[in-house]
């Protein structure tokens, strides 16, 4: 079993930053992990994924210049830096594991998420 626990959503204003970090326990796999969110009022959407060895990211054209996805499989985790937020990233986001190897965009290829951390953008 894996278990994935977001921390560092918050408050903040246009045009501010926020990283969020996911710490990964249990049993580990040589995996994609990556990051979605769901707005109010709105379907989970896909933000950003990653690789195992951290050589291969994608993320969604909405975030694309302001948001990056890393990892530190030493300690487990991955991060998400957000970038010049904008009232419209306000969501709950979540933390994802998949089983499978490679870079995986779909909700469908992972396996595991965590409880979300809500992260709200303010005008």
């Known amino acids: 079993q894996v278990q994935l626990v977001e921390s560092g959503g918050g408050l903040v204003q246009a045009g501010g930053s926020l990283r969020l970090s996911c710490a990964v326990s249990?049993?580990?796999?040589?995996?994609?992990q990556g990051w979605f969110r769901r707005a109010p009022g709105k379907e989970r959407e896909f933000v950003a994924a990653?690789?195992?060895?951290?050589?291969?990211?994608y993320v969604a054209d909405s975030v694309k210049g302001r948001f990056t996805i890393s990892r530190d499989n030493a300690k487990n985790t991955v991060d998400l830096q957000m970038n010049s937020l904008k009232p419209e990233d306000t969501a709950v986001y979540y933390c994802?594991?998949?089983?499978?190897?490679?870079?995986?965009?779909?909700?469908?290829?992972?396996?595991?998420w965590g409880q979300g951390t809500q992260v709200t953008v303010s005008s």
């Open positions: 249990g049993r580990t796999f040589n995996n994609a």
């Open positions: 994802a594991a998949s089983t499978r190897g490679g870079i995986r965009l779909r909700e469908y290829e992972y396996d595991y």
């Open positions: 990653i690789n195992w060895a951290g050589s291969i990211t």
